[in-house]
């Protein structure tokens, strides 16, 4: 990848990003390999911390400019629009199966770019979560994307101060390869994520009182709410 090809707030952003998750969060990248330096690349990842985007875009930053699905009511507070545009960013609302947003992710797939999706929608607070169909449709419509799947462990420990994380991200291939054409969306959404939560187990977020709030619930059978992480 070329250096030019990185948006300048993007690059920005992960600068400021790095003391806390390169440097506190001692970062470790590994399987760097598998990602392809340039091309359309589909990055699939599990999602338990908030930090997740900014780690991946941290870790990988020197290979890739990750424009990720992210939910749309980031795009509500006008200043937060305005970076999250500039970083390339692609808003899709959540449990709706965003035509809009699918569409403008395979306009950028097709054009080269490496488009970032989290197939749970959402921080899975320690609970089981299905995988939505969307890396299946986008893998399906641009077929010569490359899925490139990445596990994310330790980003939930940034905010347990003073206990220091050890965030490492691990880069590697769907187990059985890429989408047949024989596979469904749903399918193929629910082979790679099982291939990424076998690396990467539910991890809950927040602090202590938090996290114990989580697994309280679980525990008792009901969904974690909403809360910070």
């Known amino acids: ?6 948006s300048p707030v993007y690059r920005a952003v992960m600068r400021v990003s790095s003391p806390v998750v390169k440097h506190w ?17 589909l990055l699939v990842g599990n999602h338990d911390s908030y930090w997740d985007p900014v780690a991946f875009g941290t870790g990988l930053i020197g290979r ?32 709706k199966g965003d035509a809009t947003a699918l ?16 197939p749970e929608g959402t921080i899975s607070r320690g609970a ?6 969307g890396v299946g449709r986008l893998a399906q419509a641009v077929p010569e994307a490359k899925v490139v799947l990445g596990t994310i462990t330790g980003s939930v420990d940034i905010v347990r101060f003073p206990k220091r994380p050890a965030i490492r991200i ?4 769907p187990e059985q390869g890429q989408m047949r054409p024989d596979e469904s969306p749903s399918e193929f959404s629910d082979r ?9 187990p539910y ?9 114990s709030r989580y697994r309280t619930r679980i525990e008792a059978g009901l969904p974690p709410k909403e809360g910070r992480g």
């Open 103 to 118: 569409s403008s992710a395979i306009a950028e797939l097709k054009g080269g770019a490496c488009i970032g999706i989290f």
């Open 203 to 211: 991890a809950l977020p927040g602090r202590k009182r938090t996290s």
């Open 25 to 41: 969060g001692r970062l470790e990248v590994i399987g760097e390999e598998h990602l392809p330096a340039e091309g359309p690349v």
């Open 192 to 200: 790679v994520m099982a291939d990424i939560r076998r690396r990467a």
């Open 1 to 6: 990848m070329n250096n030019s090809d990185v």
């Open 170 to 173: 691990e880069l590697f291939e």
């Open 128 to 133: 089981p979560m299905r995988a939505r169909s």
């Open 64 to 95: 890739r400019q990750v424009r990720a699905l992210a939910k749309s009511t980031l795009w509500k507070y006008r200043p937060v629009a305005w970076v999250v545009d500039r970083m390339g960013q692609i808003p899709i609302e959540r449990g």
